[in-house]
């Protein structure tokens, strides 16, 4: 089945007419169509007077309905425009806006979530992919968990682009091996506007939203828009509720003709019960029922009280474009992003013979009167407070200078980062009730119970040469680059008795980064192009560089790396693009990775909270084709299809408890043969309505193959029409059906284990297993929204 609706996927095909939308990483050809003047440019370019609504003009033009982006650039990007977006749900986010795309492997955890996505992209797990936001950095800058929710509201999105296999030479990432996710907000209108929009639907879910427009300000050149939004809906599984408050704002300039500078700034506060992720025993046992409890008793960590998020981030960046004539140009971005908790989880501490850090405790503190203590128990029921921040601040120059065939671009890049984390402990009482003014548990006279007091810190420098030369009127580019990176990071993870190379570590990391990339464009309609290019990951978190402690052993729960190495992949593409009664991208491709790093993460025996252990899986090499193609609107329906196929096979036996596992010629975890999607929209101007249907293959969970999660299809749909306007009002109604079939099902993995059965070792060693953690995928939604623009 999945054979033939992967080959159903590559050769669906349809007919229309029109050009294509404009997005992110487009590089226009130099034929006749260009010489359009500079007032009719500028006009295309502007957001619409009602920027909220589906556009009668934008959808005559956009193919598949949004969901396919004419791109020039010699190498694989695919992207959403906001006529797809807009259709989608107002709790939509990027992560679940991109499953559609080819390569990706993503769902939605439910009808509205703050927390961090699974995500995969050619096999290339979520700390490997590079995100940005209008070119700031937006992910934190250490663990690369991605907290896209935090970052903008979908009725602000105009675009989001996935390039699979390669990252920008300019872009602002060090994580990406190599895919990269950027997403852009809308601009201020030019004229004002007031747009208001009211979203409800299943699980107490709502969403209200407002957004101001100022228009031009006088003559003045500049234009500003600021929103804010308030989302609240409870845990569609287990006790619980989010809560997520967002602002987005924005101001342009315009200097001149070709120059100009903008501010972004975003705020973002929210509160949410903790996900809970099951093995495949768990998941088997209570299915989608599987979530935190709401009656407590003594010893239960899984009660609601004990286990949430309280999250926030702020952002702000300011982007300048200047023009000086002769070819000569400069982008220049400052920016600041900031990312903060806490976290809290329940924990079961040992009343007696614990540990602080790496020093022995006799007994807790005066235990005989802390609440919650029972003679009877040997350990006390906790929630722990795990409160850290991340602040990632930087600048990112680059110089343009085009003289005649060629093109020439040089970049810079600063970048500071620090974190720090924490964690305290307090008790809880027979009610489940804890209180952090009453002091955390302490030992020894005083010393705070703490297994992860980490501070982080990381300066980077980054450099990049880039020429493009174009022949026969730009038919053909050659463009050849390098980057350079130099970084410098330093833990400290200040416990009792954890000293010396345990107690403090600094690295230093030099990464090449070269690229090539040819394209020969026959006309308009039909492109070729080739690429050779590279990434590289830089080990995350503090598990690559010290260890956290046990508070029940003292010993190290995780281990640094042994061999400090950043993961380095070599991707060659070959691909063919054609725009004309349709759009279509073909692509071929091959990658080999080396220091290969994955993330092992397992609950701590007793409590919801986890650890991660950072494996260095050695050598990984895939191969594959991708493919999308998409029809211009035809009597107001547009289709689009998608579908990947990819092997990936392992190239070392890993280093594992002192032995190695046979994990040579294993598939890759997280990446699945087949992929695809099909989709079908319709929009006549007042009716619209869009369809998808997507469907993952079977993924392993484990570096040996011994456990995987099945196969799964999935299927939404979005209805909606534009009402009459009513005065000066130009209301609009959606409806959102998001898992139509209410299939119940495992998404990805949350944890990668090494092997989940008892293996043997390549020297004989009996290598006990463990259990890889699963996230559970949407349930059936509906979401309705109301929405006016005055």
């Known amino acids: 089945m999945k054979k033939f609706f992967f080959v159903g996927v590559?050769?669906?095909s349809f007919q229309g007419g029109n050009v294509a939308a404009k997005a992110q990483f487009v590089s226009k050809p130099n034929d006749k169509s260009s010489n359009a003047s500079v007032k009719q440019k500028r006009a295309n370019e502007q957001p619409n007077k009602k920027g909220e609504n589906i556009d009668v003009k934008e959808h005559r033009k956009v193919a598949g309905g949004g969901m396919m982006v004419k791109h020039t650039t010699p190498r694989?990007?695919?992207?959403?425009?906001?006529?797809?977006?807009?259709?989608?749900?107002p709790t939509s986010t990027i992560e679940s806006l991109i499953s559609t795309l080819p390569g990706v492997v993503s769902a939605s955890e439910g009808p509205l979530t703050t927390s961090f996505s699974t995500l995969h992209i050619r096999g290339m797990e979520q700390a490997e992919i590079g995100v940005t936001l209008e070119g700031m950095p937006a992910a934190n800058p250490f663990t690369y968990s991605t907290y896209t929710p935090s970052l903008v509201d979908s009725q602000n999105m105009e675009t989001v682009n996935v390039m699979q296999g390669a990252v920008d030479i300019n872009s602002p990432t060090y994580n990406a091996t190599g895919a990269e996710i950027s997403a852009t907000i809308r601009r201020p209108s030019e004229r004002r506007n007031i747009h208001v929009a009211a979203s409800g639907g299943s699980y107490g879910t709502n969403k209200d939203f407002i957004r101001y427009d100022t228009g031009e300000i006088g003559h003045s050149g500049v234009r500003?828009?600021?929103?804010?939004?308030?989302s609240r809906g409870d845990l569609w599984r287990g006790a619980g509720d989010i809560k997520r408050w967002h602002v987005d704002a924005a101001l342009t300039k315009s200097w001149s003709r070709n120059s100009n500078t903008e501010a972004i700034f975003g705020f973002t506060k929210a509160a949410q019960g903790e996900w809970l992720y099951p093995s495949l025993a768990n998941w088997k046992k209570y299915g989608v029922n599987y979530g935190l409890s709401d009656q407590y008793y003594n010893g239960n960590t899984h009660y609601v009280g004990l286990n949430g998020k309280d999250t926030g981030s702020i952002y702000g960046t300011l982007k300048n474009h200047f023009s000086?004539?002769?070819?000569?140009?400069?982008d220049a971005q400052a920016y600041s992003v900031q990312f903060h908790g806490p976290y809290y989880y329940g924990e079961s501490i040992p009343v007696k013979n614990g540990y602080v850090g790496a020093q022995k405790y006799k007994a807790l503190d005066n235990y005989q009167s802390l609440p919650g203590y029972d003679p009877a128990n040997s350990e006390l029921t906790a929630t722990e407070v795990s409160d850290w921040y991340t602040l990632s601040s930087g600048l990112n120059l680059v110089g343009h200078w085009k003289y005649k065939f060629n093109t020439l671009n040089f970049s810079y890049w600063y970048s500071y980062a620090q974190e720090a984390a924490t964690q305290k402990f307090y008790p809880v009482n027979?009610?489940?009730?804890?209180?952090?003014?009453?002091?955390?548990?302490?030992?020894?006279?005083?010393?705070?119970?703490?297994?992860?007091?980490?501070?982080?810190?990381?300066?980077?420098?980054s450099f990049a040469v880039d020429d493009k030369m174009s022949f026969f009127h730009d038919r053909l580019t050659i463009d050849g680059g390098i980057r350079m990176a130099m970084a410098n990071r330093q833990y400290t993870q200040d416990l009792p008795n954890v000293v010396g190379a345990n107690y403090k570590s600094v690295k230093n990391v030099f990464v090449?980064?070269?690229?090539?990339?040819?394209?020969?464009?026959?006309?308009?309609?039909?492109?070729?192009?080739?690429?050779?290019t590279t990434g590289y990951h830089l080990p995350s978190a503090l598990s690559s560089q010290l260890a956290s402690y046990s508070y029940t052993t003292g010993k190290a729960q995780s281990l640094p790396l042994a061999d400090y190495k950043p993961e380095y992949m070599i991707t060659e593409e070959i691909g063919y693009r054609y725009s004309g009664l349709l759009m279509a991208n073909v692509a071929g491709f091959h990658y080999n990775v080396t220091n290969h790093q994955v993330s092992a993460v397992s609950y701590v025996p007793g409590s919801t909270s986890t650890i991660s252990q950072l494996i260095n899986a050695g050598g990984l090499e895939a191969y594959g084709v991708q493919a999308e193609i998409a029809t211009r609107p035809w009597h107001h329906f547009s289709a689009y299809a998608s579908g990947q196929y990819m092997h990936t096979k392992n190239g070392n036996n890993i280093a594992y408890s002192g032995d190695y596992l046979p994990t040579k010629g294993k598939q890759e975890v997280g990446a699945p043969e087949f992929s695809?999607?099909?989709?079908?929209?319709?929009?006549?101007?007042?009716?619209f309505g869009n369809f998808t249907l997507q469907y993952t293959d079977s993924q392993y969970s484990t570096l040996m193959n011994d456990q995987r999660i099945p196969s799964y299809f999935t299927a939404n749909l979005a209805v909606g029409r534009n009402l009459p306007k009513i005065g000066g009002v130009v209301p609009k109604l959606k409806l959102n059906l998001v898992n139509l079939g209410d299939t119940h099902y495992l998404s990805s993995m949350y944890g990668y284990?090494?092997?989940?059965t008892t293996q043997k070792g390549v020297f004989g060693t009996t290598i006990k297993g463990s259990q890889p953690t699963y996230v559970i995928g949407s349930p059936f939604v509906v979401m309705g929204t109301i929405s006016a623009d005055f």
């Open 512 to 532: 090449p980064a070269p690229q090539v990339l040819i394209s020969y464009r026959f006309n308009p309609e039909h492109q070729i192009y080739i690429n050779g």
């Open 676 to 687: 695809g999607s099909l989709g079908l929209t319709y929009n006549d101007g007042k009716w």
């Open 753 to 756: 284990t090494a092997a989940a």
């Open 224 to 230: 500003a828009f600021a929103s804010g939004s308030y």
């Open 76 to 89: 694989t990007v695919s992207s959403l425009s906001h006529s797809y977006i807009g259709m989608q749900s």
């Open 430 to 461: 027979g009610r489940g009730q804890w209180n952090s003014r009453g002091g955390p548990l302490t030992a020894n006279g005083g010393i705070p119970l703490n297994q992860d007091n980490e501070n982080g810190l990381q300066q980077l420098s």
């Open 324 to 330: 000086f004539g002769h070819g000569l140009s400069l």
């Open 10 to 12: 590559l050769c669906v």
